[in-house]
Nanobody, 124 residues
């Protein structure tokens, strides 16, 4: 089994920054991609970004390109999401996800290993 533990959420003003972290533990030897989904109140969960472990390829949702940066620490099996220029519409619960053997997260959130989520609120 794989356990994912997120940290770093909180309240920030519009235009501010936050950094999320997600550490993987357990049977992590086969994980090859980690990333993030988010779910805003009243909306469906959506893909945010992912990063492959083998080549470091990154993918972003259009809504966060140029503002969010995903990175990884291979040894610690930890993924980070640096969020800059935050907007109120970024308010959501952010969920860490991971997947075995593939270079991209599954499009369906439920088909990945999943964390418990961390709240990000962007408000003045």
């Amino acid at each position: 089994q794989v356990q994912l533990a997120e940290s770093g959420g909180g309240l920030v003003q519009p235009g501010g920054s936050l950094r999320l972290s997600c550490a993987a533990s357990g049977s992590i030897f086969s994980i090859n991609v980690m990333g993030w989904f988010r779910q805003a109140p009243g909306k469906e969960r959506e893909f945010v970004a992912d990063i492959s472990w083998s080549g470091g390829s990154t993918y972003y949702a259009d809504s966060v390109k140029g503002r969010f940066t995903i990175s990884r620490h291979n040894v610690k099996k930890t993924v980070y999401l640096q969020m800059n220029s935050l907007k109120p519409e970024d308010t959501a619960v952010y969920y860490c996800a991971a997947r075995d053997g593939r270079s991209r997260l599954a499009a369906q959130y439920e088909n990945n290993y999943r964390g418990q989520g961390t709240q990000v609120t962007v408000s003045s």
